[in-house]
Nanobody, 124 residues
């Protein structure tokens, strides 16, 4: 099991940038594939980006391709999501999640551990 804690959310104007982080505790972080999901009010939780345990493979939802970048630092047990060119429709609670499998998945149900989330609000 991995305990996850997100940070770095906040209020930003459209077109701006923000980086959210996810600090993990537990020895299994470096072998877990990781994902970022988001959930806006009244909507289902949706996949944003995923990264393999090594960091060599990544995958993005179409609506963030070219704007967001996922990365990880296994030495620091930390996952990142760099968000650029933010839009009001990116407003949501952002969650990091760990999947104890060497391959990542876009399905929320396949992730084992979740953080509490961090609010990202983009004003127009």
């Amino acid at each position: 099991q991995v305990q996850l804690l997100e940070s770095g959310g906040g209020l930003v104007q459209a077109g701006g940038s923000l980086r959210v982080s996810c600090a993990a505790s537990g020895r299994t972080f470096s072998s877990a594939s990781m994902g970022w999901f988001r959930q806006a009010p009244g909507k289902e939780r949706e996949f944003v980006a995923g990264i393999s345990w090594s960091g060599f493979s990544t995958q993005y939802a179409d609506f963030v391709k070219g704007r967001f970048a996922i990365s990880r630092d296994n030495a620091k047990n930390t996952l990142y999501l760099q968000m650029n060119s933010l839009k009001p429709e990116d407003t949501a609670v952002y969650y990091c999640a760990a999947r104890h499998n060497y391959t990542f998945s876009t399905g929320a149900a396949s992730y084992d551990d979740w953080g509490q989330g961090t609010q990202v609000t983009v004003s127009s």
